[in-house]
T-cell receptor, first 112, second 117 residues
Framework: QQQVKQSPQSLIVQKGGISIINCAYE??????FPWYQQFPGKGPALLIA?????SEKKEGRFTISFNKSAKQFSLHIMDSQPGDSATYFC???????????FGTGTRLQVFP | ETGVTQTPRHLVMGMTNKKSLKCEQH?????MYWYKQSAKKPLELMFV???????ENNSVPSRFSPECPNSSHLFLHLHTLQPEDSALYLC????????????????FGPGTRLTVL
């Protein structure tokens, strides 16, 4: 079973700080790496995703960085806000089952 | 109504009860999924359907029985559950299964919070 290793498991950041979450994968069917954000009591929602033709994608305060040779990608949240407090999941297209494989999740808490 | 909807949002049941969870997607997708999410555990994929056909069952106990009558609806029938089955049950859909970000991107419903007494 393909695994996606996500770290850290939990993260506490002060308001205005940078939150960094990392994911590593073994194999992937194609280069597409989405991040999902989940608030308590809600389902995960697609936050941002990176496509194969770029090594970095930025949307507002959220940036994905992708290192293909290392098989790693990360989510950076700049100027972190209390409203960013949620659980974040990375995902990777499965190499042999044609669906997304999710990381174990990172619980982010941003304190004022 | 758009997106993926799930009913009920909350369910409390005894171990001898029979209940069903319902999921409906309004996105025109062909693939649907059931996940179990327990506290402090990763998302556990339970079942996958593509074009109404079950393509994956991740060793889920038989007390969970999925049903997919059409590409827009997915049910999870529950019977003789155990307290450890208490969790958030999430439904998701994607365009279909296959190569391409458009195919695999999953859209989740809000979940059903299940408590088994």
């Amino acid at each position: 079973q393909q695994q996606v290793k996500q770290s850290p498991q939990s993260l506490i950041v002060q308001k205005g700080g940078i939150s960094i979450i990392n994911c590593a994968y073994e194999n992937t069917a194609f280069d597409y790496f989405p991040w999902y954000q989940q608030f308590p009591g809600k389902g995960p929602a697609l936050l941002i995703a990176i496509r194969p033709d770029v090594s970095e994608k930025k949307e507002g305060r959220f940036t994905i960085s992708f290192n293909k040779s290392a098989k790693q990608f990360s989510l950076h949240i700049m100027d972190s806000q209390p409203g960013d407090s949620a659980t974040y999941f990375c995902a990777v297209p499965s190499y042999n089952t044609d669906k997304l494989i999710f990381g174990t999740g990172t619980r982010l808490q941003v304190f004022p | 109504e758009t997106g993926v909807t799930q009913t009920p949002r909350h369910l409390v049941m005894g171990m001898t009860n029979k209940k069903s969870l319902k999921c409906e997607q309004h996105l025109g997708h062909n693939a649907m999924y059931w996940y179990k999410q327990s506290a402090k555990k990763p998302l556990e994929l339970m079942f996958v359907y593509n074009f109404k056909e079950q393509t994956e069952n991740n060793s889920v106990p038989s007390r969970f029985s999925p049903e997919c009558p059409n590409s827009s609806h997915l049910f999870l029938h529950l019977h003789t559950l155990q307290p450890e089955d208490s969790a958030l049950y999430l439904c998701a859909s994607s365009q279909d299964l296959g190569a391409g970000q458009g195919s695999v991107t999953q859209y989740f419903g809000p979940g059903t919070r299940l408590t088994v007494l």
